[in-house]
C-alpha cells in the first residue's frame, strides 16, 4: 500500500493548491482524481465561459464602432472559430490547467478514478489503495438540475455542454439568473440567440445590492436579452423540434418555445460516493460542515473548495484549500494553524456591464440592523465614461457609522471587477471612507468614480 503525508481528493482549484502548498512545505502528496485534470475553472467554468464572453463583448464593440466614427459592416459570429479559440485557450500550455508531466515534475503523485474511504486514513481508488495520516475532501459541486416536469425528456444543456453545440440555436430560454445565467445570456445573445433569461425573484443576481441589480435589469433589457422575473418553470415539453416552458408568472401562465433550454440553477456540494458518512464527515445540503480551520467533523479530515459551500468562488477555493493544506500539516512541520477570514471576498459577474462588490449589501446591512450610511455615483459623473463611451455605471459603499470603515462596496460598470479590488484592501485593513476621498486618483479614469462616492460620504469636505 503506497503511503503519503498526505492525500487530497479532487484536483480541482481546491485541490491543486492544497497538494502546491503541502508540496512546498515538504510534505509527500497523493492527488486523486476521477474525471478531468484541474477540475470545472480551467476546463468547464471560468475559463470557457469569459473566453465566450470575449467574442460576445469583441462582437457588441464592432457594432457600436459607429458611436465613435468608425464605419464597418453589420458583424457576424463564426460559431465554429468562436469555439475552436475558446478549445485552444482550454486546452493550452499557458492556462492554469494542470497536466500529468506538470505534476510529476512538482513531486505531486497522481490516482486516476474515484477514490473512496475505506477508514479515517484509506482511500481506495479503482484496485489500488493509498493511506496517509491525513486528507482533504476537495470534490467539488455539481451542476444542479430543477425538478421540472418533463425535463430530463425534453433535453436541456448547460455551461459544461455550450462548446459542444455544432451551431447556435435561434432562441433559448436560460433557467436561472444568478452569475451563470446571466453571463451566458450575454454570451449568446449578442452572437445572435434570441434568449430569454427567467429568474425566479424579481431581480437578477439576487445576492447583490438591489440597487446594482436593478441596474443590471435595465442594461440586460436594453442589450436585447428578454428578461422574465418573478416567474417559475412548471413543466417542459418537446413540440417537433422546439422546446416549450409552462412559465407561471403569480396566477398567471404562459408558454415559452425555444429551440434550447440552458439550465443554470446552482451548483450543491458534491458528496456522494465517499463514504464520508461512514468515517464521521458531516455534511448538510449547503456542504461540509467545516470549522474555522476548514477541519470537518473528522479528525484528521479537513475540506476546501466548493464542497464546503462557504463561497463558491475559484479564489475561495485556492485560499481555502491553502489553509487546510497548511492547518493538515503545521503539526507536522512545527507552525501553528491558521483561521479563515472571508469578511472581504471579492465577487465579479463578468456580464456587461460587469458587476463586482465586496463585503455587505444594503439589504444585509437593513437585517443585520447596523448603524450605516450610503452613498453612490453614477458612472456619467466622471470623465472617463464620458470618453469612453461606458455611461451606464453606478458605484455605491456602505460604511459604519462612528468608524467610517466600509462595510460593503458594490460597482456595475466597465472595468468592474478591476475596480473593485481598490476598496478590497480597505475593508481588509479596516481603513476609514476618508482614505479614498483624499487619495488623488489620476484623471481620467474609472476609478476617480471612488472618489466621487467618497467625497459624497464626506459631505463633500475635501471635494
Ligand atoms: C460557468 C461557471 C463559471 C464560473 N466562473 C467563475 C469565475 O469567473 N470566477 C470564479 O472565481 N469562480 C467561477 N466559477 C466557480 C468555480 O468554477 C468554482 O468555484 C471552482 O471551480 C471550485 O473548485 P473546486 O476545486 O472546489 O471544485 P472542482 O473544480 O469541481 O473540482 C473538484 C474535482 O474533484 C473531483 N472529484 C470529485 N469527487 C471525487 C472522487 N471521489 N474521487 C476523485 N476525484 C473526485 C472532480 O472530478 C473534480 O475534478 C464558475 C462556475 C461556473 C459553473
Redesign the pocket.
Known amino acids: 500500500m503506497a503511503k503519503f503525508d498526505l492525500i487530497v ?7 491543486m493548491s492544497a497538494a502546491r502548498r503541502a508540496r512546498r512545505l515538504g510534505a509527500s502528496v497523493a492527488l ?5 485534470l ?4 480551467p476546463n468547464s ?2 475559463v470557457p ?2 473566453a465566450l464572453l470575449r467574442a460576445a463583448e469583441s462582437i457588441e464593440e464592432v457594432r457600436r464602432a459607429h458611436e465613435f466614427g468608425i464605419c464597418v459592416d453589420e458583424p457576424c459570429a463564426n460559431w465554429s472559430a468562436v469555439r475552436r479559440r475558446v478549445r485552444g485557450i482550454v486546452g493550452s500550455d499557458e492556462g492554469e490547467s494542470p497536466t500529468e508531466e506538470r505534476l510529476q515534475k512538482q513531486g505531486i503523485a497522481l490516482f486516476r ?4 474511504f475505506t477508514s479515517g486514513d484509506t482511500i481506495r481508488v479503482g484496485s489500488r489503495t493509498i493511506t496517509a495520516p491525513r486528507v482533504i475532501v ?4 455539481f451542476d444542479a438540475v430543477p425538478p421540472i416536469e418533463g425535463l430530463q425528456d425534453t433535453g436541456f444543456i448547460n ?1 459544461k455542454d455550450a462548446l459542444g453545440l455544432e451551431k447556435l440555436p435561434a432562441s433559448m430560454a436560460i433557467i436561472g439568473a444568478g ?2 445565467g446571466v ?1 451566458f445570456a450575454q454570451i449568446f445573445a449578442p452572437l445572435g440567440v434570441r434568449v430569454t433569461l427567467l429568474a425566479s425573484g424579481p431581480l437578477p443576481l439576487p445576492r447583490e445590492d438591489h440597487t446594482i441589480s436593478r441596474l443590471l435589469l435595465e442594461c440586460l433589457r436594453e442589450s436585447g436579452v428578454r428578461v422574465q422575473t418573478g416567474v417559475r418553470v412548471e413543466r417542459a415539453e418537446k413540440r417537433g423540434a422546439l422546446k416549450v416552458l409552462a412559465v407561471a408568472d403569480g396566477k398567471q401562465q404562459h408558454e415559452l418555445e425555444v429551440e434550447e433550454i440552458f439550465v443554470a440553477t446552482g ?1 450543491p456540494p ?1 458528496v456522494s ?2 463514504n464520508l458518512k461512514g468515517i464521521g464527515v458531516e455534511s448538510d445540503k449547503s456542504g461540509i460542515t467545516v470549522n474555522d480551520r476548514l477541519g470537518t467533523t473528522a479528525e484528521h479530515i479537513w475540506a ?4 464546503t459551500g462557504v463561497a ?6 485556492s485560499y481555502q484549500a491553502k489553509l487546510a493544506a497548511h492547518n493538515a500539516l503545521c503539526e507536522q512541520f512545527g507552525l501553528s494553524p491558521l483561521q479563515a477570514d472571508y469578511r472581504v471576498i471579492p465577487r ?1 459577474t ?1 456580464c456587461r456591464p460587469e458587476v463586482a462588490s465586496v463585503g455587505l449589501t444594503e439589504e444585509d446591512c437593513l437585517v443585520q440592523e447596523l448603524k450605516y450610511r450610503a452613498a453612490q455615483a453614477r458612472f456619467t459623473d466622471i470623465e472617463r465614461s464620458v470618453i469612453s463611451g461606458e455611461r451606464a455605471g453606478l458605484a455605491k459603499l456602505l460604511v459604519e457609522e462612528g468608524s467610517g470603515q466600509v462595510l460593503g462596496a458594490h460597482v456595475i460598470g466597465a472595468r468592474a471587477g478591476e475596480l473593485i479590488h481598490e476598496i478590497a484592501p480597505l475593508m481588509q485593513n479596516r481603513v476609514p471612507v476618508s482614505g479614498i476621498g483624499c487619495t488623488i486618483h489620476a484623471f481620467p479614469t474609472f476609478s476617480e468614480v471612488w472618489e466621487a462616492v467618497a467625497l459624497k460620504l464626506d459631505g463633500g469636505a475635501n471635494g
Open positions: 481528493l479532487g484536483s480541482g482549484s481546491a485541490g486523486v482524481e476521477k474525471d478531468i484541474g477540475g470545472e475553472c467554468a471560468c465561459a469569459k478514478g474515484e477514490g473512496a476537495a470534490s467539488g459541486s455551461h452569475p451563470v453571463e451548483h458534491f460516493g465517499m476546501a473548495g466548493d464542497v463558491l468562488y475559484t479564489h475561495v477555493a465579479v463578468f
